[in-house]
């Protein structure tokens, strides 16, 4: 496991007027294996559009779920499925890109 992701949950945090806006901070700090990476390009029904699928492997994670998200190499991914490995010792972490943002 040589590769290192972030996970990152939504928070709320007011404004310079008070208002609550929700941003992405780091949950966890992980060491992952990149399993699987590809891109893809497909036609619905606005045109075509890029997508980006990745799939990690980590160690004993924690709470992680689908409301998170993961950034790897400065791109940011939505997760898709969660997948545990062997007695929850581990998990797969499937996440999707589409075109140039999450």
Same mark, same amino acid.
């Given at each position: 496991? $040589?590769? %290192?992701?972030?996970?990152?949950?939504?928070?709320?945090?007011?404004?310079?007027?008070?208002?609550? &806006?929700?941003?992405?901070?780091? *949950?966890?700090? @992980? $060491? #992952?294996?990149?399993? &699987? &990476?590809? #891109?893809?390009?497909?036609?619905?029904? &606005?045109?075509? %559009?890029?997508? =980006?699928?990745? @799939? *990690?492997?980590?160690?004993?994670?924690? +709470?992680? =779920?689908?409301?998170?998200?993961?950034?790897?190499?400065?791109?940011?991914?939505?997760?898709?499925?969660? #997948?545990?490995?062997?007695?929850?010792? +581990? @998990?797969?972490?499937?996440?999707?890109? *589409?075109?140039?943002? #999450?």
């Amino acid at each position: 496991m $040589r590769h %290192i992701i972030d996970v990152q949950a939504v928070s709320s945090e007011p404004d310079e007027y008070g208002t609550p &806006q929700e941003v992405m901070t780091r *949950f966890k700090r @992980l $060491r #992952a294996e990149v399993i &699987q &990476q590809s #891109a893809q390009e497909y036609i619905r029904s &606005q045109g075509a %559009i890029d997508e =980006t699928v990745m @799939l *990690f492997r980590v160690r004993n994670p924690g +709470g992680i =779920t689908t409301a998170h998200r993961v950034t790897y190499q400065g791109e940011t991914y939505n997760i898709r499925e969660l #997948a545990p490995i062997e007695n929850d010792r +581990g @998990l797969e972490i499937r996440c999707v890109r *589409f075109g140039g943002d #999450a």
